[in-house]
């Protein structure tokens, strides 16, 4: 009997540009530059980011108002219908549900996991919440308990536990660094040879075609 598969993709970096660097774009602060490709401590991150945004007095509205104005990147709406037509998709997002409704009004509102945000009642963002720490690699595990098959597409430190726990877990254009760090992962630079490998890894139970 073929195993149901799911395939659990990062968000920002292989969905939807980041948005902490359009938010860096906008406000001019290069302070916010820094994303999971360039520092894998995701709490010493948050927190830097959290001192800036209040250093700055950049509010939760501000940051929102800056995610209006992301798309999905190029081929992405083209590569999700593909592959919701092969099995079940599931976002995994080291990202806040704060920020991300009109990203995914964008993409017919997928079922993501992400995390919260605790704001004041000036705006400011004073403290962000783990869903679950290691969020991404608990729920491949949980999944493939439940009897699934899972693939995983991701391209940054904080992928990296939920790639390697997948029955089959793919780069998607990664940086350099990360890319020497873990060759023992495939890399996929387009969403053609992201589907070429998922659909080789995949054995979809909804469809036998291959395009």
């Not at 920002?12 to 602060?29: D, K, R, S």
């Amino acid at each position: 009997m073929a195993q149901p598969v799911v395939t659990c993709l990062d968000m920002e970096g292989v969905l939807f540009p980041e948005i902490w660097l359009a938010v860096a774009e906008q406000t001019g602060i290069e302070e916010l530059l820094k994303t999971t490709r360039d520092i894998p401590d995701y709490d010493e991150l948050m927190k830097q980011r959290l001192a800036v945004l209040r250093r700055h007095s950049i509010t939760l509205k501000d940051i929102q108002q800056v995610v209006k104005g992301l798309h999905p990147l190029k081929g992405v709406k083209e590569f999700l219908t593909w592959l919701r037509e092969r099995c079940q998709v599931i976002i995994l997002s080291d990202t806040y549900y704060e920020f991300v409704g009109p990203l995914m009004s964008q993409i017919q509102y997928p079922t993501i996991f992400c995390h919260t945000l605790e704001v004041d009642h000036q705006g400011f963002l004073t403290q962000y919440f783990l869903r679950q720490q290691d969020q991404k690699r608990q729920t491949v595990r949980a999944l493939k308990n439940l009897g699934f098959r899972v693939l995983a597409a991701g391209d940054s430190y904080n992928d990296i536990s939920m790639l390697q726990e997948a029955d089959a877990g793919i780069l998607f254009q990664p940086p350099i660094s990360i890319q020497k760090e873990f060759p023992q992962l495939p890399i996929a630079q387009t969403y053609q040879a992201l589907q070429e490998i998922l659909f080789q890894k995949g054995v979809f139970p909804y469809q036998g075609e291959s395009s």
